[in-house]
T-cell receptor, first 114, second 111 residues
Framework: DTAVSQTPKYLVTQMGNDKSIKCEQN?????MYWYKQDSKKFLKIMFS???????INETVPNRFSPKSPDKAHLNLHINSLELGDSAVYFC?????????????FGSGTRLTVV | GDSVTQMEGPVTLSEEAFLTINCTYT??????LFWYVQYPGEGLQLLLK?????DKGSNKGFEATYRKETTSFHLEKGSVQVSDSAVYFC??????????FGTGTRLTIIP
């Protein structure tokens, strides 16, 4: 039973399209995250939600909009896709109050914009 | 702000060689420290962690010791295997704040 699952695993789309990536966690964690990993493997946090409330919103174009319908789900919608959006996007979750606990990551969604 | 500096890669070693990947951090206070590993085509997995000074994290033959004096958390393994080929990330976190990653170090082990 996958702890943090993302769909789709691969996404190829044309510039200007709108797409969504879905994430679900079955760990009962309170907080979920979206990270972007570029071609050099650098990881940058984009958003964080705690119990459906946005708590981290890094400098990300407003074409990116996260949505959390409940604390087990955090989706990422991207409008007007650009070539520079090509990357691997990782969803992760963590449990509040356990300070020495890291994050549990999904297996990633590789987005290619052509 | 808080940051993590990792040894630049890529690192290429022969099987059974000794591995060290350096990691130092800059932070106000004493964060929890982590090493994550990313195998090809997969997500990040927690490899080991340490929460206070002098703690040693260990897993799968890898070790790292939290050194407050040198603000370091270097990853070591005595004898690497081809299956250890991956990208390794050092990271820090304060409480419930975000996990801050280093830039990652790609490790390739040659048979």
């Amino acid at each position: 039973d996958t702890a943090v699952s993302q769909t789709p695993k691969y996404l190829v789309t044309q510039m200007g399209n709108d797409k969504s990536i879905k994430c679900e966690q079955n760990l009962g964690h309170d907080t979920m995250y979206w990270y972007k990993q570029d071609s050099k493997k650098f990881l940058k946090i984009m958003f964080s939600y705690n119990n459906k409330e946005l708590i981290i919103n890094e400098t990300v174009p407003n074409r990116f909009s996260p949505k959390s319908p409940d604390k087990a789900h955090l989706n990422l919608h991207i409008n007007s896709l650009e070539l520079g959006d090509s990357a691997v996007y990782f969803c992760a979750s963590s449990q509040d109050g356990i300070y020495n606990y890291g994050y549990t990551f999904g297996s990633g969604t590789r987005l290619t914009v052509v | 702000g808080d940051s993590v500096t990792q040894m630049e890669g890529p690192v290429t070693l022969s099987e059974e060689a000794f591995l060290t990947i350096n990691c130092t951090y800059t932070a106000t206070g004493y964060p929890s420290l982590f090493w994550y590993v990313q195998y090809p085509g997969e997500g990040l997995q927690l490899l080991l962690k340490a929460t206070k000074a002098d703690d040693k994290g260990s897993n799968k033959g890898f070790e790292a010791t939290y050194r407050k004096e040198t603000t370091s958390f270097h990853l070591e393994k005595g004898s690497v295997q081809v299956s250890d080929s991956a990208v390794y990330f050092c990271a820090l976190k304060f409480g419930n704040e975000k996990l801050t990653f280093g830039t990652g170090t790609r490790l390739t082990i040659i048979p």
